[in-house]
Nanobody, 124 residues
Framework: VQLQASGGGFVQAGGSLRLSCEAS????????MGWYRQAPGKQRELVAD???????NYADSVKGRFTISRENAKNTVYLQMNSLKPEDTAVYYC???????????????????WGQGTQVTVSN
């Protein structure tokens, strides 16, 4: 199983970026998919996530600016980021879990599965 994230980059304050993350492999089920971020010297924090049924959670700092969406059939999650601020600068990590997938004939259950991270840099 892989979580392939894309869409990070460099943008000026007030600009927008859209992150995408596709989970691939012999996946049976993914409950929540979402995004975390980690800025230099800080702990990783939840940005937004979405359950398979559609319920969402957002960090207070991004409410009203970021929108998470998901295509369950494609095991893909998106993060539309508008009105970006310098304090949004961080490495953004795609997260999936709890998740069930097949490894050979064995079904594996994991609580947390992470993508490789994509850098978002917002300048003044």
């Amino acid at each position: 199983v892989q979580l392939q994230a894309s869409g990070g980059g460099f943008v000026q304050a007030g600009g927008s970026l859209r992150l995408s993350c596709e989970a691939s492999g012999r996946i049976f089920r993914i409950d929540a998919m979402g995004w975390y971020r980690q800025a230099p010297g800080k702990q990783r924090e939840l940005v937004a996530d979405m359950a398979s049924g559609g319920s969402t959670n957002y960090a207070d700092s991004v409410k009203g600016r970021f929108t998470i969406s998901r295509e369950n059939a494609k095991n893909t999650v998106y993060l539309q980021m508008n009105s970006l601020k310098p304090e949004d600068t961080a490495v953004y990590y795609c997260h999936a879990g709890p998740m069930n997938y097949y490894n050979g004939d064995v079904m594996v259950a994991v609580r947390d599965y992470w993508g490789q991270g994509t850098q978002v840099t917002v300048s003044n």
